[in-house]
């Protein structure tokens, strides 16, 4: 495992030399602080029946039609 400097996780780890057994390695283990963080949510919305919406709904129909379903066979396969 690799620590970089100066950073919180690199004084807050611990070798636990005493639980190794017959191999040379000992166990690592690392503190790593979680922090809760505000995440900003925006909606964007649509006007029932404007030209943004009609624009929308066109450019998905186009998209939905060029998609290649020749390899769907049945709606088992679909899903």
């Given at each position: 495992?690799?620590?970089?400097?100066?950073?919180?996780?690199?004084?807050?780890?611990?070798?636990?030399?005493?639980?190794?057994?017959?191999?040379?390695?000992?166990?690592?283990?690392?503190?790593?602080?979680?922090?809760?963080?505000?995440?900003?949510?925006?909606?964007?919305?649509?006007?029932?029946?404007?030209?943004?919406?009609?624009k929308s709904?066109?450019?998905?129909?186009?998209?939905?039609?060029?998609?290649?379903?020749?390899?769907?066979?049945?709606?088992?396969?679909?899903?």
């Amino acid at each position: 495992m690799f620590l970089r400097p100066k950073s919180l996780e690199y004084d807050n780890h611990t070798i636990c030399s005493d639980l190794r057994l017959a191999s040379d390695h000992a166990l690592l283990t690392v503190d790593i602080l979680i922090f809760e963080e505000q995440i900003q949510t925006r909606k964007h919305m649509l006007i029932e029946n404007s030209k943004e919406e009609n624009k929308s709904v066109n450019k998905l129909i186009g998209i939905i039609k060029e998609m290649n379903t020749a390899n769907i066979h049945n709606e088992f396969v679909l899903e």
